[in-house]
């Protein structure tokens, strides 16, 4: 005959299953508990990151060499790229670009040029941008449950690339704590924003940049995280991610991620966010574009937008706009102004290029400037890097020794 | 007197015939218990033939070496990964590895006993499997010859899942082990042991174990279902001894489960990796084609349960109805479950149809003893050691003799590119199809960075997309080559002709390498 099983056992059985389960659940980490719960809920994880600085790390230029640029070349230049922006439909691009270069410090006495704080405010403030565009438009600060995102991409009234708002406000020296005021939010501010960035960043997403430059200025001595779908990020990854692909790919010819590289070694000569294999691998991949860019420099000192292919970027030259080479040349002359000499080009190739850029920028007429004014903005804080100053203390000095006078033209180009 | 008188040779009686050998006395001298039936034999044989089949199958070019190479990595760092540890491109993705021990074991077998030993240990495997469901269908039919049919149908319905050594191999077998022990008619004290032993190492092995927890509970809701409907009364189901034996063990096995390195984080997993955007690419786990062969075999296989069920005069107890059904829907869900389809399919389907055929054609009511002598003790013993000692672990555990690896792997392997990759090692990432992944980072060059591997959902899921970009060949997919630094492309020649045809006529590439199987293009000039 068939013995039932006992109570005792029923009741046995019952303990060793509580105690399994429950010592399961205890013992799982907290983004384990995290995960279970979105899974049961749907609620989404939001994983934060610890930010140890109130304001932003600053990389500072190097070398302060008037040969490369005058005063009075600086000077002419930074008065073409002043931001003179009309107040309806003010592309964020354009505000972004000019407090990246002018900073939050930013004052003038000409009362057609926003200053930093104005800069700043339209851009951390949906109000204003609303006074500028209307109802017409999405808007470019979007509510998330805890954080804020930036509406980015070609749309009309968008940030253009992903993270640029972020890391030019970083550049700019904006603190974290700053308020930001999206459409139905008064209490966020550039912490949520870059709590969000941190969330939503993925390593193979078209730009990287910019994430990579925004937490470089902020995470250090951090060198990894989690984004919301559990994946470790770590600075490793980003250099690898940023050294990734043909060179000429990427935003503005691909200059921009040699800038976002250096900027990550800098930040490791003091936090060490690197480990050593990929250091070695970033500096390789920065002497190879310096070694690039030695070969593909045309006789008048501009790079071309093919600088990648060396060169034959020169022997066979490809028809680009003249703004392409605007482009290659200043944002060259920008990361090397913070870069160590070893990874500087011969000294004539730099001088040559600075020649170009100057001539070129104040040949341009105001509305040239403005129709291309982010790239210009560029040369603009690459010569200021060159003198070892930032536009905004430059300007303020030069400003001092020179008034704004109502009266004369912005250039002599413009009243021709 | 004359003459010499000669002594007379002695006379000697005539040499008694030595006696015949009398066999009779010979096995009568044999103990009881050595005394092997002839039933036996003939299922050694025919599990000994399916041990020498599969024993001799090539290994498939994909999974399996994937597997092998976590299994490396995971026995050179001592630890299991936390994040993919392989794949470039995947850095930073969390790894919850269910199969680790598989890996593990799997690697220590090819380590120690060579590509036999992979071969020689799966098909153990299978024979285990074949030999569990033969017992049990002879068991409920008292028929070898149903048996037999059993053990046909299992590897009919199986044969795709059986043809491919890796982990899940391990999850059918404790399926296999589990359903056994369910459909057993007298359980012993060692099955409390037995079933949650079972789920522990399935848990660690593969992540079908759920399926193990599914079907105990089929059974649970099974009895429970039935002795409702039998008495109507809820206390019937409470007091009932199936229902508390299969509940404890199921709470058990629950445990048991969760005795893995990632504790409930494992069924998380499980279920993440389902849901898995990128694996919706793959075959098996799509829904169920019933145009291919497979699908074919499935819709055979419901059509004739459902002829069996309608006409058998065996009362039909709701587990099977609850565990078929819910198969066959997981099956039209994704191919995947017909692994597990299969082995119920076949024993309730035999169980059934000699129920059915003895309805219209009786034949004795108990088989006949089968004779039990030492004769076929010997001839069992034979045979094992035949099929044993002449299968490629035979040869490698008693000659010393390694297999050839030409031999030993499927016709896809790429051999020859692997070994012109180890011979000029390839700059930067390699584009791979997704197929020879695994092979390379097994075979390959130290260090070789793949750009997938056969675990899909591993893959970040732009970079799946890029892939796929690549092999289909859609708008743009030269240009993902750039993006992300490919200096290498390594596709097969069975499937893929339309690419490498575009890649022949591209200026940039150049062939490094091309035979039957695979060709290698390498970019003229590196980026």
Known sequence: MRRNVSIEAVLIVQVVFLVGVVTSLVTAGPSLRGRLEREFTGR?????????????????????????????????????????????????????????????????????????????????????????????????????????????GKETGASVHHDHWLASLTEAGVGLHEPVFTPSRQD?????????????????????????????????????????????????????????GDKKLGVCSGTHRVYSLMVLIRLDDEYHILSPEIRTAAYSHLERVRDLISESQFPDGHWASNWADGKVSVEKPISDEAFKHVIATGHHLEWLAIAPTDLHPPREVILKAADWVIRTTTEQTQSQILERYTFFSHVGNALSLWRKTHPADFWKKWEAEHPYDPEAPVSALDVR | MSGAVLDRPPMTSPKPEAPVADLVTFEERLP????????????????????????????????VWGHLNYGRWIVSHGTLPATEPTMPLAQGVPFVDPYWLCQVLGYWTIQGLGVAGIQGVSSLMITTMGALLLHRCWQRTRSMGFAYLGLAAFLWLDWSTLAIVRPQLAGLLCFCVLLHRMTSPRATTIDWVLVPATHLVWANMHGSFVLGLALQGAFVAGRALDLLRRTGALRSVWHDHFVRRWLLWLQLSAVATLVNPYGIGLYLEVWRVSGNPNLASLTEWQTLDIRATHGLVFVASVVALAMLYRFTPRRIASWEVL????????????????????????????????????????????????????????????????????????????????????????????????????????????FNVFEFGDYLQWAGPPGIRVFVNSHAHLVPREVWLHYLQVIEQTAGWEEVFDRYGVNTVMVDTKYREPLIRRMKDNAAWKIGYQDSRAVVFVRKASI
């Not at chain 2, 009786?362 to 094992?384: C, D, E, F, N, Y």
């Open chain 1, 44 to 152: 989404p994880v939001l994983p934060v990151v610890p930010i140890p600085r109130e304001t932003p790390l600053t990389i500072e230029p190097l070398y302060d060499d008037p040969e490369v640029v005058s005063d009075e070349e600086l000077a002419a230049v930074l008065k073409k790229v002043q931001p003179r922006f009309p107040k309806s439909q003010l592309k964020p691009n354009f505000v972004e670009h000019a407090l990246r270069t002018w900073w939050l410090k930013a004052e003038f006495q000409d009362p057609d040029v926003m200053s930093g704080q104005a800069l700043k405010d339209y851009l951390v403030d949906h109000g204003k941008y609303l006074a500028s565009w209307g109802n017409d438009v999405e808007p470019l600060l979007m509510d998330r449950p805890e954080g804020v995102a930036i509406r980015w």
């Open chain 1, 188 to 244: 966020m501010t550039i912490y949520n924003v870059l709590q969000e960035a941190l969330r939503d960043f993925r390593v193979d997403e078209v730009e990287t940049e910019w994430s990579a430059l925004a937490f470089g200025l902020w995470l250090p001595p951090t060198k990894s995280w989690q984004s919301n779908n559990g994946r470790e990020l770590s600075f490793d990854i980003l250099a690898q991610r940023l050294m990734r």
């Open chain 2, 32 to 63: 009881q218990e050595w005394k092997w039936s002839r039933r036996l034999a003939g299922c050694v044989l025919a599990l000994g033939l399916v041990y020498a089949w599969f024993g001799l199958k090539p290994l498939w070019h994909t999974d």
């Open chain 2, 323 to 430: 565990t078929l059904v819910g198969l066959a829907l997981a099956s039209l869900w994704s191919a995947r479950f017909l692994s597990w389809w299969a082995p119920v399919a076949a024993v309730l389907g035999t169980v059934h149809l000699h129920a059915s055929l003895r309805r219209w054609c009786p034949w004795q009511a108990m088989p006949a003893p089968s004779p039990r002598s030492g004769k076929w003790t010997v001839v069992t013993l034979g045979l094992m050691w035949i099929f044993l000692g002449y299968s490629p672990l035979g040869m490698r555990l008693i000659h010393g003799k390694d297999a050839v690896l030409e031999k030993s792997v499927s016709e896809y392997t790429p051999l020859g590119a692997v070994e012109y990759l180890r011979e000029s090692p390839p700059e930067g990432l390699v």
